[in-house]
């Protein structure tokens, strides 16, 4: 039995709404909001479900519709690189003019999913998507600095979930946002390492000094240091409900070093592989980090 081309239609709209949405990003991105949601919550009896799903979708919808604007802004850069260009808009599979139409749609659905949670929530999630779309993306192609503003909008979700759960912003939704924030670095230096000359075809600055070079290297291990430090301030108690045990922050320490241990291999070997197994290492590190939090949350 030979397939229809409806269902293979079907199926190729499937697979672009998942790549133009950029799905493994959005999924790694909810999930960080859905961990500060968990952190927000006194019990898991107070866990509204009702509330999680919508964090879920809403958070989705906010993350794709930052994809498709990038996607339809740089389309021709896109075209360019050997990482991007079959990506829909820029392989020419989707119309920009569609393209865009699905990220108002998503952006609208994700505001409103945000907003029916709590205002700030809806708040945060269009401030995420503006400096996505308005800032970070024009400034790939002028400055390193991009990476820098990039890290703001990067660094909403996992503080976006505890908004979400207390409709409250303190010092526990900064201190998430804070570590989140100083994550980035190492985490897109690294990609902007391996992936440099692909960069270069499209004229993207990625690395803080536009080079693979000690530089680069030394901010590397400098902003892990930094991270570091940023999720240690819970053991501290002064970050307000958000607070972990001594014994945790054992863990949390060491998870740390595991990290800077191959932000340092980056420094020593300057090779695409050791910044590749960077980037694998530091996707570990914050999925863990946020499991050691909860862990400690609800087992302490």
Known sequence: MYPTSHSFSL???AVDFKDITKAGLAISVVFSSVAGYVLGVNSLQELRVGNLLMLVFGGYCMVGASNAFNQVIEKDLDALMDRTKNRPVASGRMKPNHALLLAFLLTLIGLVLLYLINPKSAMFGAISIFLYTS??????????????VGAFPGAIPFMLGWVAATGH???????????QFFWQFPHFWA?????????EKAGFYMLPSGKKDTSTALQTILYTCWLILASLLPVLGLTGQFFITPITAVFVFLLGIWMLYFAIQLYN?????AARTLM???VS??????LLYIADKFLR
């Open 11 to 13: 199926k190729q709209l």
């Open 135 to 148: 800032l970070y993306t024009p400034l790939k192609t002028v400055t390193p600095l991009s990476v820098f």
């Open 169 to 179: 912003f303190g010092i526990e939704a900064g201190t998430l946002f804070l570590i």
């Open 191 to 199: 990609i902007g390492w391996f992936l440099f000359e692909d960069y």
């Open 269 to 273: 070997k300057r090779t695409a592989k």
């Open 280 to 282: 694998l290492v530091s």
């Open 285 to 290: 590190y914050i999925t863990l980090l946020q």
